[in-house]
């Protein structure tokens, strides 16, 4: 699982930021050899200062880092690959 930002500038020049959250190096291993990678291995979109007030309020990190892998590509993302 992992969380990613996506940056586009006005210019069109376009970004990614990902973290994997794993707890270990060989379930990460696993998840990316594994068949429940779904159509969005890399991760979903978040807002940095949702998560940011979430924290604040006491969200843990795991329930931050739960991966949601229904959550749709982000448009960003999509418009690199069209």
């Known amino acids: 699982m992992s969380a990613s930002l996506y940056y586009a500038d006005p210019d069109g020049n376009q970004m990614e930021f990902s973290v994997d959250c794993f707890p270990t190096k060989e379930e990460c291993t696993a998840y990316f050899h594994g068949k429940d ?41 999509g418009a690199m690959t069209a």
Not at 41 to 56: A, N
Request: charged content about 25%.
């Open 37 to 77: 990678i779904g159509s969005n291995p890399v991760g979903t979109e978040y807002d940095p200062e949702e998560w940011l007030t979430k924290i604040r309020s006491g969200t843990s990190e795991a329930e931050l880092m739960k991966f949601d892998h229904s959550a749709p590509v982000s448009p960003i993302r």
